[in-house]
């Protein structure tokens, strides 16, 4: 019975992590540091390390496309990040065999070290890739989901702002633009009332100006 409530509660909690929007999108910024520092460290390789270097080339273009909240600079994110995947596996397909059998003998142990390094990187690197496209594809559903939830938008409206953008954040800028619009409206609206009613009575403005003029008669007298 124990057993099965710790299940419950590790389920939920791992749900509600799952479908935390800004949790996860900073699970993947961590995830693209990772990635960036696999590369580095890979790319001190003798050899077979052009792979690294366009891998770090994708992550730097990553961070590029979150702190801009593009749609556009994502989506190209997307299409690199799995043409990245189908690089990984051809990297192994052709490079890691010859990697592991590569002995020490007639080679110096240093240069040897470098490849099984570039290996190790890279096999992490493809990991981290491989979940976080995985956590993208979350991402991008929960970003969608707000987005059909929401209020009916404009024509010009930027997905990115549900994509990239906390929901909240969102929430608070549009709450923020109302306020200032009512605050506007109503210092403007006296003024508004002010002129159609002098438009709607015609007489009022003679019957300010006669008594306009009989105060300064007076005032005179």
């Not at 003798?46 to 961070?63: P, Q, R, S, T």
């Not at 010859?98 to 570039?118: A, P, Y």
């Not at 608070?172 to 200032?180: A, G, I, L, P």
Request: aromatic share 12%; with cysteine; net charge neutral.
């Amino acid at each position: 019975m124990m057993i099965c409530c710790c299940s419950q509660n590790a389920r939920d909690w791992f749900h509600a992590r799952l479908h935390d929007y800004d949790r996860l999108l900073n699970v993947a910024v961590v995830l693209i540091y990772i990635q960036i520092g696999c590369s580095l460290i890979g790319s001190l390789g003798a050899l077979y390390n052009g792979v690294l270097l366009m891998n770090l080339g994708i992550a730097l273009f990553a961070l590029v496309a979150i702190a801009s909240s593009s749609q556009s600079l994502g989506r190209t994110y997307a299409v690199l990040l799995f043409c990245a995947i189908l690089l990984d596996v051809s990297w192994f397909i052709l490079f890691s065999r010859d990697i592991w059998n590569m002995s020490s003998q007639g080679n110096e142990v240093l240069f040897v070290f470098s490849l099984r390094l570039t290996l190790a990187m890279e096999i992490l690197g493809s990991c981290v890739r491989f979940f976080s496209s995985l956590l993208w594809i979350q991402i991008y559903r929960l970003g969608a989901s707000n987005v059909g939830s929401a209020n009916p938008r404009e024509p010009d409206f930027d997905v990115r702002n549900s994509f990239l953008n906390p929901p909240a954040l969102l929430n608070s800028r549009q709450r923020s633009n109302s306020d200032s619009d009512d605050a506007v409206g109503s210092y403007y609206s006296p003024l508004f009332e002010d002129r159609q009613q002098r438009s709607k009575n015609p007489f009022l403005g003679q019957y300010d100006s006669v008594s306009r003029n009989e105060s300064l008669g007076t005032e005179s007298s």
